[in-house]
């Protein structure tokens, strides 16, 4: 009977669902002004949040989502209102990245630079701590990488987007098979500057 009562009740004029319930204009401004907070907020403390070196910076990042939704929408679920937020942030956020393309030392205080946290084989202790990263997490990132722990790294950074750039401090294979072809032809420049010597001289002798 419940469905049934549903089922005949009227359905809203669909147009309901394009009107907007805000001014357009604070619908545009609301998505930009979050997103200028959320550039800024994670520029400050972000590059361990993006890491996500352990279960609460997850908890962090799902719960921003649902934290700033509200500030976003407003009072109003409507379609165009959708749509329009949508624009006005992929139209910033285009806009945010030309400028700073064209504009190299903007983009570097905007997005920060990357923070070297090992480097020749040893810790920077000060850069782990201004990151907060413990040394069990840096070891977790080295898992992430195939090494057994920090102690395999002859450089380890993290990255402005919260990426690890990480080199072993031992040489691999390849590099090995490179420097070998290398002496091996040292060794053969070495021979033929010896046999030129060689001929010259029994030309000169004669």
């Known amino acids: ?19 907007l319930k805000l ?11 979050v997103y200028v ?42 379609v165009t209102g959708g749509v329009a937020g949508a624009l006005a942030l992929l139209a910033v956020n285009y806009l945010v990245a030309r400028l700073l393309f064209h504009h190299r030392r903007l983009n ?23 990151e907060l990263l413990t040394e069990q997490e840096l070891n977790h990132a080295a898992h992430k990488q195939g090494f057994a722990n920090w102690h395999e790294l002859d450089y380890a950074a993290l990255e402005p987007d919260g990426t690890f750039t990480m080199k072993s401090n031992s040489v691999t294979q390849s590099e090995r098979q490179q420097q070998q072809l290398l002496d091996e032809l040292t060794a053969i420049k070495a021979q033929l500057a010896a046999l030129q010597q060689n001929q010259s001289r029994i030309q000169t002798g004669h």
Request: charged share 20%; glycine share 4%.
């Open 108 to 130: 570097e205080w905007v997005t920060g630079k990357a923070t070297v946290l090992l480097e020749h084989g040893k810790l920077h202790r000060r850069a782990l701590e201004k």
């Open 23 to 33: 001014h357009l204009l604070e619908k545009v401004l609301r998505p930009i002004i």
């Open 37 to 78: 907070f959320l550039v800024a907020a994670l520029r400050i403390f972000g590059k361990r949040e993006l890491a996500q070196l352990n279960p609460f910076d997850l908890v962090v990042l799902l719960s921003l989502s649902n934290t700033v939704q509200n500030a976003i929408i407003g009072d109003d679920n409507s």
């Open 1 to 19: 009977m419940q469905l049934l009562t549903i089922l005949s009740e009227p359905l809203p004029p669909v147009t309901d669902m394009f009107q």
